[in-house]
């Protein structure tokens, strides 16, 4: 009855299409009698309903090669190319359509279709709930996943929003910006809202490295140097991904958060996840199934799936370029170029990465999985280019609060009960980049306090004078005496200088070793101090022959790290825990020869990034290191979980603790996660033996493989950028 019904309403729209197009006919030349038109009609919404049913899957796979932006804008192509076909079927031809025209009745029938379907299944909540149920219950047959039934175990949906703060969501909750979040937190047997620390490195990369396997050892930053293979390493990066989840994995001697019938689903890592979709680190590895965009068919394989996001992509790139043009037109302050492609990579990350994750895991709710883990970035991407705290932003928690809604209300539905975890990996601070405020780039000041050439924009600030003066005066050398092109000799080989928000990395790659203060100073002799006493930059990090690692800051500050202190000296405005989280980054192996952080105002709660960006993270200050844990009251308190001797902690600090209470929130409803079979798989290329699993002491469990159970993979892969 359904399917007659949505056939109906699709012929109607056809009808009405007919009469409103001109280049749209479903009539002879000769013209036809009433009822001759409506059987025209339905034949051709009947052909299309089964073109779409049939051959619409088949070009989807097809079309995987493609990447995945190319294909949101196919959309619209095959959706119209369909209806043209079906339209050839309809018998003595009278139905045609010119190709424009096409699309546009092909998307309409699409929506109105899907609208009709989602109407009719609503309004008979038990039906819904049979037919889900079934078409799960058939997937779990064909992968031989054992069934759930609401009397076990509940399971567990972890949802990152990616970027937003502690403040900026209990703000959004207050402000009814997110009713589902805020209702979350007035209800008595509801959320309750904890914030965490990040480490130094406040970035997707460490953070969800840290929650999802237990270790982020040794990444300094989003991007990094590393002078033994002469690579620089970038979180966002499938085979840099990739590398860093085969690190954790042998430190941990554990395959991740999700080993245990879990599914993985829009991040950075796997966390050991049988069940991937859009996983960055997998998109590196080859192979059935592992393709970086077959995350996208289970999705796209629906023609109104794809209709309804290539349609919300397209208006979402025109509200881009309608909020950066009243921006420019408003002279709103601070403010970046964003670009023309940067339209086309918001709307990817606010529509399409939304849509399917958010699919991907209510598809992995009604196949009764324990454990699912999901990032959308929709905020974070949002943020960085139009502020923390803009308009904009607050109307991305507002969609992102509605597919909240979406999940909550699937869960009524799903065979087994869901507990549904909010988290974010970090936050944003907001303010103007270092490049706009003081006129260079950090790489220009850097190469300025070196000797080094630099561009002429940038020899004519403030800050580049003062630098290549503070190189003549720590030469010896009369600084009227110099011309504007005189230079001092480069290096055997350039300072390489990255940036991640308002963290920047400074390495010399013919220096083997960690660089030191003494070194440096032999070398650039202006360059820690034209550096520290900088006023966009807060504090230096550096090795020391004599005093071992010291922080540099204003006024020749010089603090050994063993003897910092938070609230004084250079770490004055940080806040507590920075000096903790200096000392843990200064024991990484590949800490940069310099780091450097940005200056950091407490009263404006403002950085300066070395990057493009007016909403930032990744160092020390502010909001930035200030993300959330919004959990059901039924679980263990986090503070309790990593508290010692029976005492709940002051705090919670650090994506590794974060990951700890996770695991803890499994093992109470659980037992131990312990893979559910003995077999062996490849992570990087390289084959990883026999390992041991955390038991719930925290002791190894000796023989199982790194990366889970080892059952089949579901959607694929995909690459975020």
Same mark, same amino acid.
């Given at each position: ?125 038990? %039906?819904?709930?049979?037919? @889900?149920? #079934?078409? $799960?219950?058939? =997937?779990?047959?064909?992968? !031989?996943?054992?069934?759930? /039934? &609401? ?87 499938? %085979?840099?991904?990739?590398? @860093?989840? #085969?690190? $954790?994995?042998? =430190?941990?001697?554990?395959? !991740?958060?999700?080993?245990? /019938? &879990? ?96 699919? $991907? ?6 196949? !009764? ?353």
């Amino acid at each position: 009855m359904r399917v007659i019904a949505v056939w109906g309403v699709s012929t109607l729209t056809m009808l009405v299409l007919a009469g409103i197009l001109p280049d749209f006919q479903l009539q002879s030349a000769d013209g036809d009698s009433w009822t001759k038109t409506a059987f025209t009609a339905a034949w051709g919404a009947g052909a299309f309903g089964l073109l779409s049913a049939l051959v619409w899957p088949l070009l989807v796979r097809a079309l995987l090669i493609v990447p995945a932006l190319v294909l949101g804008l196919l959309v619209f192509f095959l959706n119209g190319s369909l209806l043209i076909v079906a339209l050839r079927l309809i018998p003595d031809g009278r139905g045609a359509a010119a190709p424009e025209t096409a699309v546009v009745v092909a998307a309409a029938m699409s929506a109105v279709a899907s609208a009709t379907s989602t109407a009719l299944a609503v309004r008979d909540d038990n %039906a819904y709930r049979r037919r @889900l149920s #079934r078409l $799960a219950e058939r =997937r779990r047959r064909r992968s !031989g996943t054992p069934g759930t /039934d &609401g009397d076990g175990p509940p399971g567990t949906v972890f949802l990152q929003l990616d970027g937003v703060g502690h403040d900026v969501l209990a703000r959004a909750a207050a402000d009814g910006v997110m009713p589902t979040v805020a209702h979350w937190l007035a209800d008595p047997a509801g959320h309750r809202l904890t914030p965490w620390r990040t480490d130094w490195s406040s970035q997707t990369g460490a953070s969800q490295l840290g929650i999802l396997h237990g270790s982020n050892h040794d990444v300094p930053a989003f991007r990094w140097y590393e002078k033994e293979t002469g690579a620089v390493m970038v979180s966002s990066r499938p %085979a840099s991904a990739l590398e @860093l989840q #085969r690190r $954790a994995i042998l =430190r941990t001697h554990d395959g !991740g958060l999700l080993t245990v /019938d &879990g599914a993985s689903r829009g991040n950075l890592f796997s966390g050991g996840a049988d069940q991937l979709a859009l996983v960055l680190s997998m998109a590196a590895r080859r192979g059935k199934g592992r393709r970086s965009r077959a995350g996208y068919f289970a999705y796209f394989t629906d023609p109104a799936n794809a209709v309804r996001t290539a349609l919300s992509f397209v208006a979402e790139a025109g509200r881009e370029i309608g909020q950066s043009t009243r921006a420019r037109i408003r002279k709103e302050t601070p403010r970046i170029k964003r670009g023309w492609l940067y339209p086309f990579i918001r709307a990817f990350a606010t529509v399409v990465e939304r849509d399917v994750v958010v699919a $991907a895991v209510i598809g992995d709710m009604f196949a !009764g999985r324990t454990a699912v883990y999901a990032d959308l970035v929709a905020y974070d991407e949002v943020a960085h280019h139009s502020g923390p705290h803009g308009r904009d932003a607050r109307k991305v928690l507002a969609r992102l609060d509605r597919a909240l809604a979406l999940i909550v209300k699937v869960a009524e539905h799903t065979p087994r009960r869901y507990r549904v975890v909010l988290l974010s990996d970090h936050g944003q601070s907001p303010g103007e980049t270092f490049a706009g405020a003081y006129g260079l780039t950090l790489k220009d000041l850097v190469r300025a306090g070196s000797g080094l050439p630099v561009p002429r924009r940038a020899q004519r600030t403030r800050s580049g004078s003062e630098a290549r003066d503070a190189v003549r005066i720590a030469l010896h050398r009369p600084v009227a005496a110099q011309s504007e092109e005189e230079h001092v000799a480069a290096t055997p080989s350039d300072p390489v200088v990255l940036a991640s928000g308002n963290l920047g990395l400074i390495s010399f790659p013919d220096i083997a070793g960690r660089a030191t203060q003494e070194q440096l100073d032999r070398r650039h002799p202006a360059l820690l101090g034209t550096l520290a006493n900088h006023p966009g930059i807060g504090f230096l990090l550096v090795r020391s022959e004599r005093d071992g690692s010291v922080v540099l800051g204003r006024d020749g500050a010089r603090v050994p790290v063993a003897d910092l202190t938070d609230g004084q000296g250079p770490l004055a405005p940080f806040g507590p825990g920075a000096a903790d989280a200096i000392r843990r980054t200064d024991t990484f192996p590949h800490v940069a020869d310099v780091m450097v952080n940005s200056m950091y105002d407490p009263e404006t709660d403002t950085v300066h990034a070395f990057e493009e960006q007016i909403g930032s993270h990744g160092g020390l200050g502010g909001a930035q290191s200030r993300p959330f844990l919004l959990w059901p009251r039924e679980m263990t308190d986090p503070l309790e979980v990593v508290g010692e001797d029976g005492a709940p902690a002051a705090e919670l600090v650090g994506a590794e603790s974060v990951h700890r209470v996770l695991r803890h929130w499994l093992r109470e409803v659980s037992g131990p996660q312990v893979p559910l079979r003995d077999t062996r798989r490849r992570t990087g290329g390289r084959r990883f033996g026999r390992r041991a699993v955390r038991g719930a002491d925290g002791t190894g469990a000796p023989g199982f493989p790194a990366g889970g159970s080892g059952r089949g993979t579901d959607a694929g892969t995909g690459a975020r950028g």
